[in-house]
């Protein structure tokens, strides 16, 4: 059965900084892995997919790595600011599930001005 | 122009009641889901459709019955209400299976 961990559950970090949020996943089968933000109280937005097939996806400030064979992904925030604050969530789409995401428990990031 | 739509925002119920949410998509996806999203904040899936038919349900109790009308709809209907049902639940959609979801704004449901 697939399980999808984010370490840490929580960070805080000054603006400006780097943000490098983990993801690792026990079962190398995937088809695809997906990013997500959460802001308190909203649903989730879609930051990023990534292809099995795929080393890494880039979206402005943001780039999302995917290592299938060791079971990670890592997403990085450049140049952070307050408004990246929110709860990041990867959720991973296992090869043989057809439409089942498998969710992270997600980490709850600050930036502070 | 909100992409998924889901109504009400909040509800609140006694235990045994009958309840229902709506859920609309205006983005022409063939694919729909149902998520429940625990005071833990672990999303899990609960169900999907494509094409107005029922592809995955993940082992919801009976109570809980969802009901597609259109490719654009899924409401999800829940009987006899239980203390363990509080949770948000998340509607979303996505254009075949396997490609980005997008997600509603979430319906908050206490069950008292």
């Known amino acids: 059965k697939q399980e999808v961990t984010q370490i840490p559950a929580a960070l805080s970090v000054p603006e400006g900084e780097n943000l490098v949020l983990n993801c690792s996943f026990t079962?190398?089968?995937?088809?695809?892995l997906q990013w997500f933000r959460q802001d308190p109280g909203k649903g989730l937005t879609s930051l990023l997919l990534i292809q099995s097939s795929q080393r890494e996806q880039t979206s402005g400030r943001l780039n999302a790595s995917l290592d299938k064979s060791s079971g990670r992904s890592t997403l990085y925030i450049a140049a952070s600011q307050p408004g990246d604050s929110a709860t990041y969530l990867c959720?991973?789409?296992?090869?043989?599930?057809?439409?089942?995401?498998?969710f992270g428990a997600g980490t709850q990031v600050v930036v502070t001005p | 122009d909100t992409a998924v739509s889901q109504t009400p925002k909040y509800l609140v119920t006694q235990m045994g009641n009958d309840k229902s949410i709506k859920c609309e998509q205006n983005?022409?996806?063939?694919?729909m889901y149902w998520y429940k999203q625990d005071s833990k904040k672990f999303l899990k899936i609960m169900f999907s459709?494509?094409?107005?038919?029922?592809?995955i349900n993940e082992t919801v109790p009976n109570r809980f019955s969802p009901k597609s009308p259109d490719k654009a709809h899924l409401n999800l209907h829940i009987n006899s209400l239980e203390l363990g049902d509080s949770a948000v639940y998340f509607c979303?959609?996505?254009?075949?299976?396997?490609?980005?979801?997008?997600f509603g704004p979430g319906t908050r449901l206490t069950v008292l």
């Open positions: 959720a991973v789409r296992p090869a043989d599930s057809w439409g089942k995401l498998q």
């Open positions: 459709y494509n094409n107005k038919e029922l592809i």
């Open positions: 979303a959609s996505s254009q075949g299976e396997g490609n980005t979801q997008y």
């Open positions: 983005l022409g996806h063939d694919t």
């Open positions: 079962d190398s089968a995937i088809y695809n």
